[in-house]
């Protein structure tokens, strides 16, 4: 009970670090906006087919744009933050105090998941306000805050596990994006995969949890089948990083 | 947290000692880094561990702590095993690690009242920054302090929780003497409140300012210990005179005095009233001018490089230069 205490209290502290760090509130909040406009821009025009429905490209965007969004609050926010603060020596600090490790890096985690929620809610508003994109609701707003939940803790926990292989603070922006960068890309976040994309594209997508995450949202925006597949791979993978973090996971600086 | 009461306080502990380290061993991968330590810290007591760079200061420190496991050996600090993390035990210890870790994007009050929130009876965050003398910066964000505010603002957080027991590793490194001064005011202060400190450090004048008993450590193992005064037989050694005279004049035989270079002589001494009362009455009855007349006692630096340059030559861990030193 104290724990779960000391751990909402941590979050507090979490979120006033978080509003601080220009660089890392303007990446989280600023890009996926800013990638929605581009892309809309430059390639959203027009339809796609997407289960037999056909789509504005526009409403595909700002659907992608919100797992995007997510992935830089959760993955990304986790794998760079977590290796700073412990190269820093914080993280040290914290588990020779009476506050549980686990607690602190909690608190990371639920505020990475509420500032997931708080993009997904912006970059549909925007969608909604600009692009006309309809907004999840009725049962399929269910389903879709379901894959954003286990989405967002999933890929937290991923982020936990990327900081394992980082040597040092700075390397961990370049490993971060390296493993996550491609696989926007080979997930059809930024650039949508038709039937007709190579086979081992197709394999990527299914293999890894980053298209079943964005065809999760998807399905809430555009309203195709929402599978509750995808919901169990992406779970999959967050349970196996939380498994690796949980194991290997250093409290101490490495470099 | 099942077995509360294996991990309570042993009773076998003493309760006059924070500190009780017996026959403790470390080794990495092979490499000795700790090879029987032996020492007691009384409560209230300011102990500080003075060694140079890999002697094995912070490992020593970082078992205290509960960072590392010993290979082998007794450990007690407050009655708790530091090898079997108890939450009790961490309400009760402040930890300033080598380097500091600190928030860059909380301002220091908020970096204080986040740790003191962990504690079961936290001091004031007022009165915390008072004592470490950043009542100024209170108010700004930790990546605006200079490095030394930033190591004062370590302390702070250490004192968040109101300790029983401070871990204080290197507090002073780095500084320019300003901030050390500073920084060795903080440390009598909490000697003062009553609090018992475990400080290592490198530097002599900072064990001689702050500590009441001071371990030298050299190559994994305690060389000397004693109070500054009185360190390897520091207040034993002779004292020894040393003046200039005009050229050609020859102090009193009795006082067996040599001339080394450049016309200096020296003597020592076990009676130094009576040699210089001897010396004076000779300059005064032959009208001899005595000039650069002083006395001098071995510092704590000659004793410990001296010990450390001892306990490097019969060691396979090189301690570096001293050792040619100390001769």
Same mark, same amino acid.
């Given at each position: 009970?104290?724990?779960?205490?000391?751990?909402?209290?941590?979050?507090?502290?979490?979120?006033?670090?978080?509003?601080?760090?220009?660089?890392?509130?303007?990446?989280? #909040?600023?890009?996926?906006?800013?990638?929605?406009? !581009?892309?809309?821009?430059?390639?959203?025009?027009?339809?796609?087919?997407?289960?037999?429905?056909?789509?504005?490209?526009?409403?595909?965007?700002?659907?992608?744009?919100?797992?995007?969004?997510?992935?830089?609050?959760?993955?990304?926010?986790?794998?760079?933050?977590?290796?700073?603060?412990?190269?820093?020596?914080?993280?040290?600090?914290?588990?020779?105090?009476?506050?549980?490790?686990?607690?602190?890096?909690?608190?990371?985690?639920?505020?990475?998941?509420?500032?997931?929620?708080?993009?997904?809610? !912006?970059?549909?508003? #925007?969608?909604?306000?600009?692009?006309?994109?309809?907004?999840?609701?009725?049962?399929?707003?269910?389903? #879709?805050?379901?894959?954003?939940?286990?989405?967002?803790?999933?890929?937290?926990?991923?982020?936990?596990?990327?900081?394992?292989?980082?040597?040092?603070?700075?390397?961990?922006?370049?490993?971060?994006?390296?493993?996550?960068?491609?696989?926007?890309?080979?997930?059809?976040? #930024?650039?949508? !995969?038709?039937?007709?994309?190579?086979?081992?594209?197709?394999?990527?997508?299914?293999?890894?949890?980053?298209?079943?995450?964005?065809?999760?949202?998807?399905?809430?925006?555009?309203?195709?089948?929402?599978?509750?597949?995808?919901?169990?791979?992406?779970?999959?993978?967050?349970?196996?990083?939380?498994?690796?973090?949980?194991?290997?996971?250093?409290?101490?600086?490495?470099? | 947290?099942?077995?509360?009461?294996?991990?309570?306080?042993?009773?076998?502990?003493?309760?006059?000692?924070?500190?009780?380290?017996?026959?403790?061993?470390?080794?990495?991968?092979?490499?000795?880094?700790?090879?029987?330590?032996?020492?007691?810290?009384?409560?209230?007591?300011?102990?500080?561990?003075?060694?140079?760079?890999?002697?094995?200061?912070?490992?020593?420190? @970082?078992?205290?702590?509960?960072?590392?496991?010993?290979?082998?050996?007794?450990?007690?600090?407050?009655?708790?095993?530091?090898?079997?993390?108890?939450?009790?035990?961490?309400?009760?210890?402040?930890?300033?690690?080598?380097?500091?870790?600190?928030?860059?994007?909380?301002?220091?009050?908020?970096?204080?009242?986040?740790?003191?929130?962990?504690?079961?009876?936290?001091?004031?965050?007022?009165?915390?920054?008072?004592?470490?003398?950043?009542?100024?910066?209170?108010?700004?964000?930790?990546?605006?302090?200079?490095?030394? /505010? /930033?190591?004062?603002?370590?302390?702070?957080?250490?004192?968040?929780?109101?300790? @029983?027991?401070?871990?204080?590793?290197?507090?002073?490194?780095?500084?320019?003497?300003?901030?050390?001064?500073?920084?060795?005011?903080?440390?009598?202060?909490?000697?003062?409140?009553?609090?018992?400190?475990?400080?290592?450090?490198?530097?002599?004048?900072?064990?001689?300012?702050?500590?009441?008993?001071?371990?030298?450590?050299?190559?994994?193992?305690?060389?000397?210990?004693?109070?500054?005064?009185?360190?390897?037989?520091?207040?034993?050694?002779?004292?020894?005179?040393?003046?200039?005279?005009?050229?050609?004049?020859?102090?009193?035989?009795?006082?067996?005095?040599?001339?080394?270079?450049?016309?200096?002589?020296?003597?020592?001494?076990?009676?130094?009233?009576?040699?210089?009362?001897?010396?004076?009455?000779?300059?005064?009855?032959?009208?001899?001018?005595?000039?650069?007349?002083?006395?001098?006692?071995?510092?704590?630096?000659?004793?410990?490089? @001296?010990?450390?340059?001892?306990?490097?030559?019969?060691?396979?861990?090189?301690?570096?230069?001293?050792?040619?030193?100390?001769?």
């Amino acid at each position: 009970m104290k724990a779960v205490k000391l751990t909402l209290w941590q979050i507090r502290y979490t979120n006033k670090a978080y509003w601080r760090n220009p660089a890392a509130a303007f990446f989280t #909040f600023a890009f996926p906006l800013m990638f929605l406009v !581009i892309f809309t821009s430059l390639l959203g025009h027009g339809h796609i087919d997407l289960g037999g429905r056909r789509t504005d490209l526009s409403t595909y965007y700002v659907a992608a744009m919100a797992s995007f969004a997510v992935i830089s609050a959760s993955y990304v926010n986790m794998g760079i933050g977590v290796t700073f603060q412990r190269e820093s020596g914080i993280l040290k600090r914290i588990e020779g105090s009476p506050l549980p490790g686990p607690a602190y890096l909690t608190a990371r985690v639920v505020h990475s998941m509420l500032m997931s929620v708080l993009l997904v809610v !912006i970059t549909a508003a #925007f969608g909604w306000g600009f692009y006309r994109a309809a907004i999840p609701s009725g049962k399929s707003l269910v389903f #879709f805050l379901v894959m954003l939940v286990i989405g967002s803790a999933s890929f937290c926990a991923l982020g936990l596990a990327i900081t394992v292989p980082i040597p040092n603070a700075e390397s961990s922006a370049a490993i971060v994006n390296a493993t996550i960068l491609p696989l926007l890309f080979l997930s059809g976040v #930024f650039i949508p !995969i038709g039937d007709h994309a190579p086979a081992w594209i197709q394999w990527v997508g299914r293999i890894f949890p980053v298209r079943h995450f964005a065809d999760g949202l998807q399905a809430g925006f555009v309203g195709t089948t929402f599978h509750w597949s995808d919901v169990l791979i992406v779970g999959v993978w967050g349970a196996v990083g939380l498994l690796l973090a949980a194991r290997f996971f250093s409290w101490e600086p490495r470099a | 947290m099942v077995d509360d009461a294996a991990t309570g306080p042993n009773a076998r502990g003493d309760r006059d000692y924070a500190v009780e380290v017996r026959g403790l061993t470390k080794s990495y991968g092979g490499v000795r880094a700790v090879t029987g330590i032996d020492f007691h810290i009384a409560r209230g007591e300011v102990f500080a561990l003075l060694g140079p760079n890999g002697a094995g200061k912070t490992t020593t420190v @970082e078992i205290l702590e509960g960072f590392r496991r010993r290979d082998g050996g007794d450990v007690s600090v407050l009655g708790y095993d530091p090898g079997h993390p108890h939450s009790q035990l961490h309400d009760l210890l402040g930890i300033v690690l080598q380097s500091s870790a600190v928030d860059p994007y909380l301002t220091v009050e908020e970096m204080i009242g986040m740790f003191a929130h962990f504690f079961p009876h936290p001091r004031p965050v007022g009165e915390v920054i008072e004592l470490v003398g950043l009542s100024e910066k209170r108010s700004s964000r930790v990546v605006k302090l200079s490095g030394g /505010q /930033q190591r004062r603002l370590d302390v702070a957080i250490a004192l968040a929780g109101d300790p @029983e027991l401070l871990f204080l590793d290197e507090p002073t490194t780095g500084f320019d003497p300003s901030a050390r001064r500073g920084a060795w005011e903080v440390v009598k202060n909490l000697a003062a409140l009553g609090k018992t400190v475990l400080l290592t450090t490198h530097y002599m004048d900072e064990a001689q300012y702050l500590a009441d008993r001071v371990a030298v450590i050299a190559a994994g193992r305690i060389v000397a210990e004693g109070t500054p005064a009185t360190i390897g037989g520091r207040d034993q050694a002779r004292p020894r005179v040393r003046f200039r005279v005009p050229a050609g004049t020859r102090p009193p035989a009795e006082l067996a005095a040599e001339t080394t270079t450049a016309g200096i002589i020296t003597f020592a001494t076990d009676d130094i009233t009576r040699a210089l009362h001897t010396l004076t009455t000779w300059a005064i009855d032959r009208g001899v001018v005595i000039e650069g007349l002083e006395i001098l006692r071995p510092s704590l630096e000659d004793i410990y490089l @001296e010990l450390t340059g001892e306990a490097a030559g019969d060691s396979s861990q090189p301690v570096g230069s001293v050792a040619g030193e100390a001769g």
